[in-house]
C-alpha cells in the first residue's frame, strides 16, 4: 500500500474503462548499455504500458519503427532508420514526439531528452490522452535543479519527511534503492541536476571515503539523466586539508580544490557542479580575508573549469541588524553585497537568488537583484519544502506563490524584464541561469510526509521547463497521475489546492507583513513577536498605533530605491504600492485605509476568520472524496486536513489577539476581544 505514496505520479494505474487506442506492439530502445537513459526510457515504457493497459510489450534495440515506440536520441535514429523525421530545433535536454496510432517517435537531443519524452507519452497514455500529437519541446532554461538539505549524519536541515535517502552517521548509506526510485521521479519532470548536502556543509562530504560515497549516489542517478552536485564548506582547506588559511586568493588553498575537483571527478566524470553558501549565517566565506563574494565563487569556478562543471553561488549572504537604525534593513543586503561585483563572475558561476529579499515568506516582492546583476548569470531559488508554509502540515500549493514573482516585471531600463526572462538568461544575453529548488524528501514513503504536497515537486519540474505553464492545468495533470480520472477528485482537489495559498496567507501574516511564524526555532506556528527585538532583520516594527516596514528612499530604508526607477516609484509611494505588500514597503498606522476601504487592523481580523474558514472546509471537501481513492491516502490526508483546521484556528487566534491587544481596537464585526 506504501506503493501509491512511493511511485507519487508514476504509478501507472490501470485505465477505469476499456479503451480502444492502438498500441505500438514493441519497444526499440536505440542504446541498451545500463547506465545509458535511452535503455531506462525503454524499461519505462514497459512497465508504464504493463501497468496501464496490461500488456507485456518486449524491449529491442534494433527492428521495424512501424507499429513501434523508438526512443533514442536523434542521431542514434538517424543511424539506424537513415534520416531524421525531426522538424523543429531541439536544444540540449530538449526532446520530438511524434505519436500516430501504433507508431511512436521520441526523440532526444540527447539521451536525457529521450528519457523526458518517454515519460511524457506515458503521462498522457496514463491520463487517457490518446490523441495523435507531433511536436518538439526545449528547456526554458540548462539548469533545473535539486537542492537537498541533507546532512551526513542523517537528519534534514528543514526535513519535513523522515531522514536522509543519502547519509546516515557520516556515510553514505549502502541501500540507495531510495535515492534510485527519487531520481526516477526527478527525470520524469526534467530535473537535470540534484546537490545532495546541506548548504551548511560539512567538509567531511568531499573526504577521500566519501567522495567514493557520493559517486555511487552518482551511479544510480546516472541512469535517469540525473547529474550530481555537492554543497561545499569553504573552510575545507583549513579542516580537511591542513592549512593554516581558506583565503580564496592563497596558492595552496587553490591547489587544495584543483585536487578535490580532480578527485571528485575521477570518481564522478558527470559531475554537476558546485553549491557555495558562503559568509552567510555564520558559514566560512571570502569576506573573513576581505576578499570579494566574486573572489570566493571565481576560486571554484577556475577549479571547475577544466572538468566543465558550473558554480552555483548563493546570493543568501546578510548581517545582523540593530533595529533601533530605524534605516537598517535585511532586504537590502543581497543588492549591496553582489550589485557591485555585477560583471566579475566567471562565466560558469551562477548566482543563485532566493525568490524574496528575506526567506520564503509567504508573500514577498521579487528580489531585486534579478535587476541588478546584467552580466552576471542568475537562478532563482524556490522551496518546495514548505519551512515557513506549514511545513507540509498544511496543505500550500505553492505555484501561484512562484509565479507573481516569475511573471514579476521588473522594467529594467524601462524595458520588460520579467524575472523568468532574466533567470533563464534570455533578457540579458547570459549564457547560463536556471532555476533550483530546496526539496527535502526523506525516507517516509510519502516522500515530503505528505501526499497533497508532492504537488509542489511535480509543478517545480513541469515550470522550471517551462514557467508559462499554468498553475491550474499542471495540478490536474498531477492529480489525474496522482489519484486517477475521477472528475469528483480532480474538482475537489483542485479547488482546495487552488484556494490554499490564499488560505494560509489570510490566517498567518498578512499586507506583506511577513509569515509571522516563530522565527526563532521552529518556523513553525504563529509567534509574532519573535520578529521584532532581534539582530535577525525580519521586523514589522509592530507599536500601539502602527506597523509595517518603512523602505521608502525618502524616509525608510531605501530598499525601494533598489529596483529599477519605474517600480521604484511605484512602491515608493504608499498610493501605488499594492495592498498585499503594504506592510512590506511602508510603515501605517491600523486605521490606514487599504484600497478595498478596509482599515489595516480590519483586513487583519477578517482575513483571518476568513482564512481559517477556508481550512475547515478542506476537511468537508476531502471527506466527499472517501471511496473514490484508496483508503490509506484517504485517511493519511484526511489526518492533515484536520490537522490544518485546527492550526489555522490557532493561527487566526493567535494573530488577531496579538494585534487587538497591542492596538486596543475591536473587531467590527465583534469577534475579538473585549469590547
Ligand atoms: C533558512 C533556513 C536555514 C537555511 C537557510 C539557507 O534561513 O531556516 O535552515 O540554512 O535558510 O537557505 O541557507
Known amino acids: 500500500a506504501a506503493e501509491n505514496g512511493l511511485q507519487a505520479w508514476l504509478r501507472y494505474a490501470p485505465l477505469p474503462q476499456g479503451h480502444n487506442t492502438p498500441l505500438p506492439l514493441s519497444i526499440i530502445a536505440l542504446n541498451s548499455s545500463t547506465n545509458s537513459p535511452v535503455n531506462t526510457a525503454g524499461q519505462e515504457l514497459q512497465k508504464g504500458i504493463q501497468g496501464i493497459f496490461g500488456k507485456q510489450l518486449s524491449v529491442f534495440n534494433t527492428g521495424k519503427e512501424t507499429s513501434s515506440a523508438v526512443v533514442g536520441t536523434v542521431s542514434q535514429f538517424q543511424k539506424a532508420f537513415g534520416s531524421s523525421p525531426v522538424k523543429n530545433k531541439l536544444e540540449e535536454d530538449g526532446f520530438w514526439l511524434n505519436v500516430k496510432g ?402 494560509y496567507e489570510n490566517y498567518s501574516g498578512n499586507l506583506g507583513e511577513q509569515t509571522l511564524n516563530d522565527i526563532l526555532y521552529t518556523h513553525f506556528g504563529p509567534n509574532p513577536q519573535t520578529l521584532d527585538n532581534t539582530p535577525w532583520g525580519q521586523w514589522t516594527r509592530a507599536d500601539h498605533t502602527s506597523i509595517g516596514m518603512d523602505r521608502t528612499v525618502s524616509n525608510g530604508t531605501g530598499f525601494s530605491g533598489q529596483y529599477p526607477p519605474e517600480v521604484a516609484a511605484m512602491y515608493e509611494n504608499l498610493e501605488t504600492t499594492p495592498d498585499n505588500l503594504l506592510l512590506w514597503f511602508h510603515h501605517v498606522n491600523y486605521t490606514q485605509k487599504l484600497k478595498s476601504g478596509e482599515t489595516v487592523i480590519q483586513h487583519f481580523y477578517d482575513a483571518h476568520y476568513e482564512g481559517a474558514e477556508t481550512a475547515q472546509a478542506f476537511v468537508t471537501m476531502w471527506q466527499s472524496l472517501e471511496g473514490k481513492i484508496d483508503d490509506e491516502r484517504f485517511e493519511d490526508v484526511l489526518f492533515r486536513q484536520v490537522f490544518q483546521a485546527g492550526h489555522s484556528i490557532v493561527w487566526r487566534d493567535a494573530i488577531v489577539n496579538f494585534y487587538n491587544n497591542i492596538s486596543g481596537i475591536p473587531d467590527d464585526a465583534g469577534r475579538v476581544g473585549h469590547h
Open 102 to 503: 501504433s507508431t511512436v517517435q521520441i526523440l532526444g537531443q540527447n539521451e536525457r531528452g529521450a528519457l523526458y519524452g518517454a515519460f511524457e507519452y506515458l503521462s498522457m497514455l496514463a491520463q487517457g490522452n490518446f490523441s495523435n500529437v507531433e511536436y518538439a519541446t526545449n528547456p526554458a532554461a540548462p539548469v533545473r535543479w535539486i537542492n537537498s538539505w541533507d546532512n551526513m549524519d542523517g537528519s534534514i536541515t528543514r526535513g519535513f519527511g523522515g531522514n536522509s535517502i543519502f547519509f546516515a552517521d557520516g556515510h553514505v548509506v549502502s541501500n540507495l534503492t531510495r535515492a534510485s526510485e527519487y531520481a526516477r521521479l526527478l527525470s520524469s519532470i526534467r530535473i537535470n541536476a540534484a546537490v545532495v548536502n546541506d548548504v551548511n556543509a560539512n567538509f567531511t562530504t568531499i573526504d577521500p571515503e566519501n567522495i567514493q560515497g557520493v559517486g555511487r549516489i552518482a551511479d544510480v542517478f546516472r541512469p535517469y539523466g540525473i547529474q550530481l552536485g555537492l554543497s561545499l564548506d569553504f573552510a575545507s582547506p583549513m579542516e580537511l586539508g591542513n592549512l593554516s588559511t581558506y583565503d580564496p586568493l592563497d596558492p595552496g588553498v587553490i591547489v587544495f580544490w584543483d585536487d578535490i575537483t580532480k578527485q571528485i571527478y575521477d570518481r564522478i566524470p558527470d559531475f554537476a557542479g558546485y553549491l557555495v553558501k558562503a559568509d552567510s549565517e555564520g558559514t566560512p566565506g571570502p569576506l573573513v580575508y576581505n576578499r570579494t563574494l566574486a573572489d570566493g565563487a571565481n576560486l571554484f569556478a577556475k577549479a571547475i573549469d577544466p572538468f566543465g562543471g558550473i558554480v552555483m553561488y548563493r546570493a543568501f549572504v546578510y548581517n545582523l541588524l540593530n533595529e533601533s537604525d530605524w534605516t537598517a534593513d535585511r532586504a537590502n543586503a543581497a543588492v549591496d553585497y553582489f550589485q557591485p561585483l555585477d560583471g566579475q563572475f566567471d562565466d560558469n558561476v551562477i548566482v543563485q537568488i532566493k525568490y524574496g529579499p528575506i526567506d520564503f515568506q509567504v508573500r514577498e516582492p521579487a528580489s531585486p537583484l534579478f535587476a541588478n546583476l546584467l552580466e552576471t548569470n542568475t537562478a532563482i531559488e524556490l522551496q518546495v519544502a514548505q519551512e515557513y508554509l506549514g511545513q507540509q502540515c498544511h496543505l500550500v500549493y505553492l505555484p501561484p506563490l512562484w509565479r507573481t514573482i516569475l511573471d514579476f516585471d521588473l522594467r529594467v531600463q524601462n524595458q520588460s524584464s520579467l524575472v523568468r526572462n532574466v533567470i533563464t538568461g534570455e533578457r540579458f544575453k547570459r549564457p547560463l541561469g536556471g532555476s533550483a529548488a530546496v526539496v527535502n524528501v526523506g525516507l517516509n514513503d510519502t516522500w515530503l510526509g505528505s501526499h497533497l504536497a508532492m504537488s509542489n515537486l511535480y509543478a517545480y519540474g513541469r515550470l522550471a521547463w517551462d514557467w508559462t505553464s499554468d498553475s491550474e492545468e499542471i495540478l490536474q495533470d498531477w492529480t489525474r497521475l496522482t489519484f486517477g480520472l475521477d472528475q469528483t477528485v480532480i474538482d475537489t482537489i483542485t479547488q482546495m489546492s487552488m484556494a490554499s495559498w490564499p488560505a
